[in-house]
């Protein structure tokens, strides 16, 4: 019988132009979320945020359309960028 196991990915809040004066709730509830998921063999926690930022490390203005909530095609490039990496890395490891 072959067991089929499963990897639950958590993906991190990011932060948004709008939401910026929340920076330090959101890094607070990443680090949790982080930790909630080390040392736990079927979840992941996958960092979204970063491939969001600028050199600043401040929200990038080229990823989010005018309201600076909700982001552009290019923002969500970034996302997939970043989940693909993640899928394609626990492929190699099965």
């Given at each position: ?76 490039e ?7 990496f ?9």
């Open positions: 019988m072959k067991v089929i196991l499963s990897i639950y990915s958590i993906l991190c809040f990011f932060l948004c132009i709008s939401r910026r004066h929340l920076k330090t709730e959101y890094e607070e509830l990443n680090n949790l979320l982080k930790l909630f998921t080390e040392g736990q063999s079927y979840l992941e926690f996958i960092d979204r945020w970063s491939a969001l930022l600028n050199s600043q490390g401040e929200p990038n203005p080229d990823y989010f359309i005018e309201d600076n909530l909700h982001l552009k095609e290019q923002g969500y970034q996302w997939n960028k970043v989940i693909k993640f899928l394609q890395s626990n492929e190699d490891e099965s």
